[in-house]
């Protein structure tokens, strides 16, 4: 523990969880982006940063941190970190579970507050808001534009995939699984079911029964999956917008190699590092530009759903 | 001064907002009566009376436990409206409004519509047989049964009791007679009416009837207004949109306009931290009077838009939070497409004669298993779907409704036979969106054309006429929905063209024409003999017709330049 600034969270809050690790030049835009969202407090772990993260953090107001050694994959991917701190402060919150490089985009996310989306859910008695993670990237090699502190990442990872993923059921945990996007069409053409799941759900009105099983993927108890319809209907949803492909991206990928931390023996990171080092470029003639979040709607990647 | 209407407003949170509401009805004359929910606790109701204190046509009454769909709302309603009526004489009609109401248009307006208007009762009424608005499944029955459980509390038992009282046949007795219509609960009635409803000599029994019925507050002023009004308007004054499960939409700062332009007088809910939304409407009035009427229509459409996506969602999509079970997609794919098996074996260079003739893209075989023929041999197509084969195979669903959904507006057409990725055969041919056109057996043209042992090709033709016949059964089925045209490789070659124009006719190309120019037939000299050598080694092909052994027998040789023979229905 490092910082502990949970006596001051009041009861309607809302709060973001996050894990991170070495995250430094990317945290200025991250907590001016879901401060003026209507975030009140941020809750961190910090995985044995070495660049500072964790000082930084632990000199904002509204954030309280926590430091470990212990490995990323023997938390379960970080999940049973934060599912204790949820556990013991997210009990009757709204609680945004994301990383410090996903900004979330909601129907009407330029004119109504978070806070607005959470009422909204409560008077309709949704527990649970789904958003997919949408990768964002560069036009040309993730390297060509680097990033700097507070910097929008949108401004240089603008691009997207509209229109190329899959959706399965699964039954055990009554979850949808997607996958598809740059990461299935650059990096596992040959191997599509290797992709990695980009189903989220990390808007919950916390209770402390809950929990997440992995990742934001899939929660229990089940009925919280529960985000999709299945009679046609639209339910309302969002996106995280994954702005995981900086100029940054290819050091972290060496490190994470390296650290072998990652699920299923970071065959992820492995496909990363060995397209990267060829081709670093995934953009296409058929990518799309990110405008807003209308733009998602109309596009099917997101529903307003009932909410107008 | 008094305005002639009083407000009744019934609030329970956001008591701030009720407080600058409150004062901006009262600053335009019109006296307020409140009630506030018992469920708010002293200390904030205590601090709501004394922020209001220097208002002096404000009142406060009896406060009651109003929980949504009980007798508490009525009651609250009756005390108040008495207190209204006592205290201010001046009173001639009494508008019920919530904390979470908010005056859209300036108060004067109002104030003179209803004085234009003195006898008559804005009251939403209509009786259940003709509305469809029920939460719960039920609608008579919400007046013949008892309700004595809360439905958001104690689900259970409410619906327990309900179930028991059908078993056991009890019916109540309504009290003379009178005739249950429901409506929206925010009401304006006159002096009249209102007082006429709160001194019947029958109130008694009313109430103990409406005590016990579903959702009173929407029912017991809708049908005993109809005792006494003279003129009764059936619609409310307010704007009040509900949502598909019955619960009321809420306005945001990003509605200004739209409630601007509705002219309701007053719109609810509003959510309490829309600043701008509360700023510019209960700021000063500026210009002159209006005298319209409301007009909900558009903010109407908006609604029942949202409803619409909801419920029926957008037909072909498949996304996180819209993943149909199977046959319930309302349409399995967002646009039409059409399929063609056999046209390309037969024509040379069938796909960019399609394209000219019908200006859609054209793609070779999307399911072909060593590559995705995209259009113009594109890498990527619309949406960024990719060409990998392994992408595709792996949820062939999801690459046709992708390729359909990012594309909608523009009609793709592609070709496919016995040789390509068979999944979706049942998918296409259920499908209402597409046109299915299949020149069977002319998957023995490539066969013919090969330069292979015969052995290989007799086994690679029986493969594939097993595989086109499968292809063909599920066409043939009861379900089919798609638009099929099947011919025999023999019959369509005897008359090419008028097949043709039937089917590039039904694409529907923007000026509906002749078909200038006929794709080029591939060379059939020698293949009723390939055809015979099948037989003669046990092999039927009997899905391309029979073929006369000397082909120019049946053969329209390709005349370039020439129109072609067409004949037209």
Wanted: glycine content about 6%; overall charge positive; aromatic content about 12%.
């Amino acid at each position: 523990m490092l910082s502990d600034k949970t006596r001051r969270i009041r009861s309607r809050d809302i709060l973001v969880f996050s894990t991170l690790r070495n995250e430094q030049v990317r945290l200025p835009y991250f907590l001016q982006y879901y401060r003026e969202m209507g975030v009140s407090h941020f809750l961190f772990v910090d995985n044995d940063s070495t660049d500072g993260s964790a000082d930084y953090l632990a000199q904002q107001a509204d954030c309280s941190v926590w430091t470990t050694q212990a490995g990323y994959k023997r938390a379960r991917f970080g999940v049973d970190w934060l599912n204790w701190l949820q556990m013991k402060y997210g009990h009757g919150h709204w609680t945004l579970v994301v990383d410090p490089d996903e900004f979330l985009v909601y129907p009407f996310c330029d004119t109504r507050p978070l806070p607005a989306l959470c009422d909204w859910l409560d008077a309709s008695s949704i527990k649970s808001f789904s958003a997919m993670l949408l990768d964002m990237y560069p036009k040309g090699r993730l390297d060509a534009q680097p990033y700097t502190p507070g910097q929008d990442p949108l401004e240089i990872a603008s691009w997207f995939d509209a229109g190329n993923y899959t959706f399965a059921k699964n039954h055990r945990y009554g979850n949808l699984w997607i996958q598809g996007g740059p990461r299935m069409r650059v990096f596992f053409p040959e191997a599509p079911a290797k992709a990695p799941a980009l189903n989220k759900i990390p808007l919950v009105k916390w209770d402390r029964k809950y929990a997440y099983v992995s990742s934001t993927h899939m929660l229990l108890p089940r009925g919280l999956n529960q985000v999709f319809d299945e009679f046609g209907g639209e339910k309302a949803s969002g996106v995280l917008l994954h702005t995981k492909f900086l100029d940054t991206f290819n050091t972290k990928a060496k490190e994470e190699l390296q650290r072998k931390q990652h699920y299923a023996a970071s065959v992820e990171y492995r496909a990363y590092a060995d397209t990267l080092k060829d081709d670093p470029d995934l953009w296409c003639n058929w990518s799309e530009k990110y405008i807003n979040w209308r733009q998602l709607e109309i596009l099917g990647l997101m529903s307003k759903g009932n909410w107008a | 001064m008094t305005a002639g209407v009083g407000i009744i407003m019934l609030v329970h949170t956001a008591l701030n907002r009720a407080e600058q509401v409150a004062r901006h009805w009262a600053a335009a004359g019109c006296p307020v009566v409140i009630h506030a929910d018992r469920n708010v606790s002293a200390k904030t109701y205590g601090a709501f009376r004394k922020a209001l204190s220097d208002v002096e046509n404000v009142r406060f009454v009896q406060r009651h436990r109003c929980e949504w769909g009980t007798w508490g709302i009525v009651a609250a309603t009756q005390e108040a409206s008495e207190r209204m009526l006592a205290d201010f004489p001046d009173v001639r009609h009494v508008y019920l409004a919530s904390g979470s109401c908010l005056p859209l248009r300036p108060v004067q307006e109002l104030i003179e519509y209803l004085a234009d208007r003195p006898r008559t009762d804005f009251i939403e009424s209509a009786t259940t047989a003709d509305v469809p608005w029920t939460v719960g499944g039920l609608d008579a029955e919400r007046f013949t049964l008892r309700f004595p459980f809360s439905w958001k509390k104690h689900r259970v038992l409410f619906d327990g009791y309900v179930k028991l009282q059908r078993r056991l046949r009890m019916r109540r007795r309504i009290p003379n007679g009178i005739v249950p219509h429901m409506g929206s609960q925010w009401w304006c009635l006159t002096r009249q009416t209102l007082s006429a409803i709160l001194n019947d000599p029958d109130r008694e029994a009313y109430d103990r009837y409406f005590k016990r019925v579903w959702i009173p507050d929407e029912s017991y002023f809708q049908s005993l207004a109809r005792l006494y009004a003279t003129n009764i308007e059936s619609r409310s004054l307010t704007l009040s949109k509900f949502d598909f499960q019955g619960k009321p939409h809420i306005f945001y700062d990003d509605h200004l306009q739209l409630l601007h332009r509705s002219d309701c007088f007053v719109a609810r809910k509003i959510w309490p931290h829309a600043d701008k939304l509360y700023r510019v409407l209960l700021s000063a009035p500026n210009g002159e009077q209006r005298r319209t009427e409301p007009n909900p229509g558009k903010i109407d459409r908006v609604f029942s838009k949202a409803v619409q996506r909801r419920t029926r969602g957008r037909t072909g999509l498949y996304m996180q939070s819209r993943y149909p079970r199977d046959g319930w997609e309302n349409g399995l794919t967002a646009d039409k497409y059409s399929v063609f098996q056999g046209f390309a074996e037969l024509f040379e260079d069938f796909d960019h004669w399609l394209q000219r003739a019908t200006g859609t893209r054209v793609h070779g075989h999307l399911f072909a298993p060593e590559e995705v023929q995209f259009a113009d041999h594109q890498r990527y197509m619309a949406g960024a779907l990719s060409d990998s084969p392994a992408a595709r195979d792996y949820r062939p669903r999801d690459f046709l409704t992708n390729l359909l959904w990012n594309t909608r507006g523009e009609r793709q057409c592609f070709q496919f036979g016995p040789r390509d990725n068979q999944a979706l055969i049942w998918d296409m041919a259920k499908d209402p969106n597409a046109q299915i056109s299949v020149i069977s057996g002319a998957w023995a043209l490539p066969l013919f054309r090969s330069n292979r042992d015969f052995p290989d090709i007799r086994a690679d033709a029986a493969e594939l006429q097993r595989i086109e016949s499968r292809f063909l059964d599920a066409l043939h089925s009861p379900f089919a929905k798609a638009r099929i045209r099947v011919w025999t490789l023999s019959e369509f070659v005897e008359s090419p063209m008028e097949p043709l124009q039937l089917v590039i006719d039904e694409i529907g190309a923007k000026t509906p024409r002749r078909l200038a120019e006929a794709p080029t037939m591939c060379d059939l000299k020698g293949f009723g003999h390939f055809l015979q050598n099948l037989k003669n080694q046990g092999m039927h092909p009997y899905l391309t017709g029979d073929f006369p052994i000397d082909p120019t027998g049946g053969r329209i040789p390709p005349k370039p330049g020439k129109k072609p023979y067409l004949v037209r229905k």
